[in-house]
């Protein structure tokens, strides 16, 4: 059987929504073997919507959406920039995606997050409350003409 090796960042985005930043391995008898913080792991290729080979995320996110400077961070809040980024570490091999929706006072503070907000992929409890929390602990650029509560959305990519 014919199949390819390969070697550098690429980009896995799985059918369910999922996104993996790691190295794909090879493509052998219509399966990936992917090395994701440090496993391998093997996916059907049908179970893969796509493979982006390079550092480039432009096509995986939305043009509306703003990078927090941390790998596998996103957020959606007019006009702001994250001063202090989130604070987490998934010590698991979970994964998936999930939306936390944010309250956001003049101030930069993060007054109320809610995990599982439309677009999450998955519905695991740790990776639900570990969002919350990193949510939280972020901290947004002080604005005195926004509103004293301003909402938007903060994605975390495990």
Do not use: W
Not at 54 to 78: I, N
Not at 123 to 150: G, I, V
Request: glycine letters at 8%; aromatic letters at 6%; hydrophobic letters at 40%.
């Amino acid at each position: 059987m014919a199949g390819i090796s390969a070697s550098a960042q690429h980009t896995l985005v799985l059918k369910s929504g999922e996104k993996m930043q790691g190295e794909v391995k090879s493509l052998n008898d219509a399966k990936v073997s992917f090395v994701f913080k440090g496993n391998t792991m093997t996916f059907p290729v049908s179970e893969i919507e796509m493979i982006q080979f390079g550092s480039s995320t432009g096509a995986l996110g939305s043009a509306a959406d703003k990078t927090s400077g941390m790998k596998g961070v996103s957020f959606v809040l007019e006009g702001r920039e994250i001063v202090k980024p989130p604070v987490f570490e998934n010590l698991t091999l979970k994964k998936g995606i999930v939306v936390v929706a944010v309250h956001v006072d003049k101030y930069g503070n993060v007054k109320k997050a809610e995990a599982g907000a439309e677009k999450t992929t998955t519905t695991d409890d740790y990776l639900l409350k570990l969002a919350q929390s990193a949510a939280m602990s972020t901290k947004f650029n002080n604005c005195p003409k926004c509103p004293l509560d301003m909402q938007g959305t903060m994605t975390f990519t495990f």
